[in-house]
Structure formats: structure tokens, C-alpha cells
């Protein structure tokens, strides 16, 4: 298999875990809507959740979420 083959390949969890994904397909991931990510993450809102997955700042208007912190979240829920 070739370096630039293995880079992409998803079991290769150090290039997954630093793919970064905007909202819609966060909230495909994880199942809910745009308006739940939205309050997820946000502290003054009743369904808050600190465990969330905190974005990462991509433009000055734009954000998106590392692939392997939404899987450890995800991992975090089945365990609960």
C-alpha cells in the first residue's frame, strides 16, 4: 500500500482522528439535529452537555470537529 493510500485509509486511527468534519456531518454522526448541536454547546442552554465535542475554529465564520474526538464522544455514551 502506498504512503498516500495509507494516509487516507480509516484504519490508520492518527489520520481519522485529525480529519476534521463541519456540522451536518456532525450531527449525521451523532444523530440529532443542527439545532441540538447548537444547544449542546451551549453553556447557558438547559441541555448543555460539557462532554461534547468542542469545535475547532477553521475561518473567521467557520468551524468543524476532529473526527476522533466525535468517536471517543460517542464511545463515552455507549459506556454510559
Not at 498516500?4 to 454522526?29: E, G, Q, W, Y
Request: aromatic share 8%; with cysteine; glycine share 4%.
Amino acid at each position: 500500500m502506498s504512503e498516500k493510500t495509507r494516509k487516507h485509509d480509516p484504519a490508520n486511527h492518527d489520520a481519522v482522528s485529525f480529519h476534521l468534519i463541519r456540522r451536518r456531518a456532525l450531527c449525521k454522526m451523532l444523530g440529532i439535529s443542527v439545532s441540538a448541536s447548537y444547544l449542546k454547546t451551549d453553556q447557558r442552554s438547559a441541555y448543555f452537555c460539557p462532554n461534547f465535542p468542542k469545535p475547532v475554529r477553521i475561518g473567521p465564520n467557520s468551524v468543524a470537529w476532529k473526527v476522533g474526538e466525535v468517536m471517543a464522544y460517542i464511545d463515552s455514551l455507549e459506556r454510559a
